[in-house]
């Protein structure tokens, strides 16, 4: 018997009517979301036939074969431009692909790693996972770190990393620029291509995280206070659906719908190929800073630095400073002397009157006083703060560009440890902020002693940041195109809390881990009592726990946004290949 080859034209008799209806770049969703707006490279319908016939002629030749081997052996015979790698070859750059994660936790070894320099390469992957009934992972940076969420073990990796388109628009009069970004870049990619401009994408706070899982999960930025969350700052959305076509979703066309879906949606509703985000202009100068500031406890048992630093914290949030950011990570350093405020700061030079340079700070902290830099007249008031009213350690600000500190704190969060951080929220009020750092400082001596009481030093750490939620960044979303996807009342600013561990050996994984579910639980609980708890839990910086069996973090959203969520789901993924086939990510709920 001659076997089809993979030009043939396969008789129609082999194919499913639902191929065509379901499966047909022709075909549009139901339910009044479909429309012609389909961007170029999506599979034709001969394309979609060839792909069927490959996956055909594969299992018809190893009919006892996986869905996963056929899309590794079908992928291959694509006639595109994208490198399919092998596990079984074991190759240097396959090893470098399945290992190129931030955290050792995502560390596995997919069955091939799929590399699309286009949008039609991974719409066509698209369709041979789905044909082929294989499950599969998505890596846009692979910043993630709950296990299996961007990176599966026998299974196919798309990786995005070669799709790294960066291009301004061109200014039209009266608007915001725009730019488009590829899913493969970093932050540090995108700032350092804008700054030139002075412009700036509200993007990642640490240069290495990659550009798709922060913007389609929320997205965090040190401009989030004057320009709300990075996914309220999205034009275009060019993205592969289920079928395999690619769509351009803007919040005026017939894609309206899942415009909105993907603020926030996550991974729910397609691969994401081109983002066109708001490019905004800022002041050419902004001053940044990074200090570590002691906290331990006096000979009383009290803090009165923390407590001054929070009082300090609670007055940033009353007043919506809307130029500046605050960024607190409470930690126990034992070469600092113990536990420690790693403090970043940023403001806009407004009004542009501070010269280029640096100042720092410097202190032994038991004999020596500060030694200050020569520019802290300068120095906007709520730097001034800090150095004249807190015994800072060491730190350094610098009239520079808002990249800088991104790159700063990247320098402090290497690749290559194993990683995990699990949020929770809190009302923004000065008595939360204290419940939250007492447990953790309570509760650090416990990981320290015993969890790692037989590890080398500096094997494991865990540190809390408090995130600032402000008011004037919830009511910047809402005003954008009827809002996004979280559904948080916007009258009050919240502390979204995440607890990152660090540790090396994969047998501390669960005393880790353990440790710090216990932590936050009991933080929750205290914050339960004083009626501070909010149950909004932050998709971006979830644990793999808190996802649990999916759905549990989306479930958390807005009621009618939950509805609606689930509904434009229902248009675009019937099938629901991005919750059976993807197996990694946080779900939209049945």
């Known amino acids: 018997m001659r076997f089809l080859q993979a030009s043939s034209i396969v008789p129609a008799i082999l194919l499913p009517l639902s191929f065509f209806s379901s499966n047909s770049a022709l075909a549009t969703p139901t339910g009044g979301a479909g429309g012609s707006i389909i961007a170029p490279g999506s599979p034709s319908l001969s394309q979609l036939i060839a792909i069927k016939a490959k996956v055909i002629e594969y299992k018809l030749r190893n009919r006892h074969a996986s869905g996963v081997d056929c899309a590794c052996a079908v992928l291959q015979k694509l006639e595109d431009k994208a490198d399919v790698l092998e596990k079984s070859s074991n190759s240097t750059q396959y090893l470098e692909e399945a290992n190129r994660h931030f955290s050792q936790t995502d560390y596995k070894k997919p069955s091939c790693i799929f590399l699309p320099v286009e949008a039609a390469d991974v719409a066509r992957a698209v369709a041979v996972l789905d044909t082929c009934g294989a499950v599969f992972a998505v890596r846009g940076g692979g910043h993630m770190t709950p296990p299996g969420f961007s990176n ?3 299974g196919v990796l798309i990786s995005l990393s070669k799709l790294k388109q960066l291009e301004l628009n061109p200014a039209v009069e009266g608007k915001t620029r725009t730019v488009d ?15 030139p401009h002075n412009l700036v994408a509200v993007g990642g706070r640490v240069a290495t995280v990659g550009v798709p899982g922060v913007v389609l999960g929320g997205g965090i930025s040190y401009h989030t206070s004057k320009f709300g969350f990075s996914m309220d700052n999205v034009e275009e959305y060019e993205v592969v659906l289920a079928d395999a076509r690619i769509v351009t979703a803007t919040p005026n066309n017939v894609y309206k719908d899942l415009y909105w879906a993907l603020r926030g949606g996550s991974s729910n509703f397609g691969i994401v190929t081109r983002f066109k985000l708001l490019a905004h202009a800022t002041p050419a100068k902004v001053w940044i800073s990074q200090s570590f500031v002691p906290i331990g406890p006096d000979a009383s048992g009290q803090r009165p630095v923390l407590a001054k630093f929070l009082d300090q914290l609670q007055t940033y949030v009353e007043t919506q400073d809307r130029n500046s950011a605050v960024l607190p990570v409470f930690m126990n350093v034992p070469s600092a002397g113990g536990d420690v405020i790693n403090l970043a700061l940023t403001t806009e030079d407004v009004d542009q009157s501070a010269p280029y340079g640096s100042g720092f700070v410097l202190k032994d902290p038991t004999t020596t006083p500060p030694t200050i830099g020569p520019d802290l007249t300068l120095v906007p008031k709520i730097f001034k703060n800090i150095v004249e009213e807190m015994p800072v350690l060491q730190g350094l600000w610098n009239v520079t560009v808002q990249g800088d500190l991104a790159d700063l704190i990247a320098a402090g969060t290497p690749d290559g440890y194993s990683h995990s951080w699990r949020v929770h929220s809190a009302i923004a009020t000065r008595e939360s902020s204290d419940i939250i750092t007492k447990i953790l400082y309570q509760r650090t001596p416990l990981l320290l002693s ?30 954008r195109y009827g809002g996004n996807t979280f559904g948080i009342d916007s009258s009050k600013s919240y502390f979204w809390y995440i607890l990152t561990t660090s540790w090396g050996g994969a047998q501390f994984d669960a ?6 579910e216990e932590t936050l ?6 914050l339960t009592k004083k009626k501070l708890s909010h149950p909004f839990i932050y998709l971006n910086d979830a644990s793999k726990e808190q996802e649990g069996t999916g759905g549990k973090v989306i479930e958390r959203y807005g009621k009618e946004e939950l509805k609606k969520l689930k509904k434009i789901r229902n248009v675009f993924d019937p099938k629901r290949l991005w919750k059976k086939g993807l197996v990694g990510g946080y779900k939209v709920p049945e």
Request: glycine fraction near 6%; charge should be negative; aromatic fraction near 10%.
């Open 181 to 195: 970004v590829g899913p493969g870049n970093r932050w540090r990619d995108v700032s350092r291509y804008l700054q």
């Open 450 to 479: 015993e969890v790692f009481k037989d590890a080398p030093q500096n094997y494991g750490a865990a540190s809390l940041a408090i995130q600032t939620i402000t008011s004037s960044a919830l009511k910047y979303g809402e005003s």
């Open 521 to 526: 639980r009991l933080i929750d609980a205290e």
């Open 152 to 154: 599966i073990d026998d």
């Open 511 to 516: 005393p880790v881990n353990a440790w710090a």
